[in-house]
């Protein structure tokens, strides 16, 4: 476990470029999810895009599948 430590860190010192595409691209959902999610009163939905970090895959679901639901139930 202590290696793989090491190699991680050895990566980001060596790729620092890496951890800032990381950084913004969690951002940048995060920004787009958490706006979405107020606008659609889903205050769960929000609180747990605040407090979980997931580099963007939760971000990205809730705005591609969850989000698309709740809409098409107000339309029926």
Do not use: C, H, P
Request: aromatic share 18%; no cysteine.
């Amino acid at each position: 476990m202590a290696q793989s430590i090491q190699q991680a860190t050895l990566f980001l010192n060596q790729n620092a470029w890496a951890l800032y595409l990381v950084v913004v691209w969690t951002i940048i959902w995060k920004g787009l999810v958490l706006w979405k999610s107020a606008r659609s009163k889903d205050l769960w939905w929000f609180i747990a895009l605040l407090v979980i970090n997931t580099l963007g895959i939760l971000e990205i679901l809730y705005f591609f599948i969850f989000s698309k639901r709740k809409s098409l139930q107000i339309k029926i």
